[in-house]
């Protein structure tokens, strides 16, 4: 007998024919609800994050016997892994940055067939027709063309009511759900190249619930520009009222100065209203298809943690380290710095650097008294020191094994000279000594 002409029983007493899966991919695993080792669900919890795009998927909406879905009615799994999710990080006091919209969902680009099996598709849903909604079956264009009516429902744009009351009833229940908690963030979109009128007015539809909540709400726009001079981001950096923060993860395709230059000039146009400076998507693994490697994952984290940047997250495998023991290893070195410097308080300042190559050396500065230098493959400068008082300490510590060197005494001078020890990625904090230390 085919597995599909069995109907089961959920553990909310509904009956589930397996017919509505047919041309889904199935992972069936035999357990007990009660058994010892039902730790293993966070286990597939986890492979099905790393798969759904390969043919795991779990959708907000209820999915009929017909194997069509109901817009009007919620799916019970989905919100309860989206609360399960946002009790547990907040109990870690892990941050958590909701992407609203990912517009490679409502695509079928290189026969990914997302948009095909996505429930807002008309074929998949028994509340509108392809006539009713403006939407296609189909969208194999990238979704950077913007070719999917998808994302101009709004008022100043289409003012499709048909599509337009679904997306707020699934953002309403969004916002019920997550405001719940202090620690969530809220993204517009997922790498948008779209129309700024679409993500002002999720904007202001996310504010005005909270609001109506008393909930103080942070909210960013990713623009797929790598550029972040661009005037696409500017539409963020310039609203304040809207976006209390911003995303640059886009400037993790950019390598050496440019990377560091580009980080730069946003937080040099926020200073007047400064506001907090994430990058989530911290790209780069050795044998990913985008071409970026190890070493630029660590690069970048390196140049951000030093430009100011309020957050830094390695992207997920296979484009970036995840929580590799790689990734480990950086994350360990930061905070050992953080013990010698408050990271906070730094400032860029490659401008004391002398003798620099091209992506040799990178300078953070802190209230004038300390000084961080990296190093993403060995190197040698001369570090201006004249505007403080020695003697200094150098702490060398070796990124990729997490170890520190035996710290090395520098009498009061104008000029140090800091050799790299190898060619690993190295980072030395120059600080003043405590008293003791120097008896």
């Known amino acids: ?33 009660k058994c010892g080792f ?32 109901d817009l ?20 870690r006091r892990i941050f958590v940055q909701i ?5 490679f969902d409502y695509s079928d680009l290189d026969d990914t067939n997302r948009w095909q099996i996505h429930p807002y598709n008309p074929q998949n849903n028994v509340n509108y027709t392809v006539t009713e909604s403006g939407l296609n079956t189909r969208y194999p264009d990238h979704p950077g063309a913007n070719t999917q009516p998808f994302f101009f429902t709004t008022p100043e744009q289409k003012d499709n009511h048909c599509v337009l009351y679904y997306q707020q009833r699934f953002v309403k229940q969004l916002m019920e759900v997550s405001l719940t908690f202090s620690h969530v963030l809220y993204c517009m979109n997922n790498e948008t190249s779209g129309e700024k009128e679409w993500s002002n007015y999720w904007a202001r539809f996310v504010k005005s619930h909270a609001d109506r909540k008393k909930r103080k709400v942070y909210l960013t726009e990713m623009w797929d520009e790598w550029d972040l001079t661009a005037a696409q981001h500017r539409q963020t950096f310039d609203h304040p009222d809207l976006f209390g923060f911003v995303d640059v993860s886009q400037n993790n395709h950019n390598v050496g100065d440019e990377h560091w230059d580009n980080f730069l000039h946003v937080r040099n146009r926020l200073a007047i209203q400064p506001r907090p400076m994430n990058t ?7 044998g990913n298809k985008f071409g970026h490697t190890d070493q630029d994952a660590i690069e970048r984290f390196w140049r951000h943690l030093l430009a100011g940047a309020a957050s830094i997250r390695f992207h997920r495998p296979p484009s970036g380290l995840g ?12 905070r050992t710095l953080e013990t010698m410097v408050p990271i906070w308080t730094l400032k860029a300042a490659n401008e004391l650097l002398s003798d620099r190559d091209s992506n040799e ?12 230098v990296y190093f993403p493959t060995g190197g040698r400068v001369g570090l201006d ?36 020890p190898s060619k690993d990625n190295w980072v030395v904090a120059v600080v003043q000594p405590v008293r003791q230390q120097i008896k």
């Open 1 to 33: 007998m085919s597995i599909y002409a069995h109907t089961l029983t959920k553990n909310t007493g509904e009956l589930q024919e397996m017919e509505s899966y047919r041309g889904k991919l199935l992972l069936i695993v035999n357990t007990a609800s």
């Open 38 to 69: 039902t730790k293993q669900y966070e286990g597939l919890e986890n492979l099905y994050s790393r798969y759904k795009d390969k043919g795991f998927e779990i959708y907000p909406f209820k999915m009929l016997s017909n194997g069509k879905y």
């Open 72 to 91: 009007n009615i919620w799916n019970d799994e989905y919100w309860l892994r989206l609360e399960r999710l946002l009790r547990e990080t907040s109990r």
């Open 99 to 103: 992407e609203i919209w990912d517009r």
């Open 280 to 286: 989530t998507k911290t790209y780069g693994a050795s």
């Open 323 to 334: 929580l590799s023991d790689r990734a480990i290893r950086c994350i360990r070195a930061a």
């Open 361 to 372: 050396a990178y300078l953070a500065v802190s209230g004038g008294s300390a000084y961080v």
């Open 385 to 420: 020191v004249s505007g403080s008082k020695g003697p200094f300490t150098l702490n060398w510590i070796n990124i990729d094994t997490g170890r520190s060197r035996d710290q090395e005494l520098v009498l009061d001078r104008d000029e140090i000279t800091l050799s790299s």
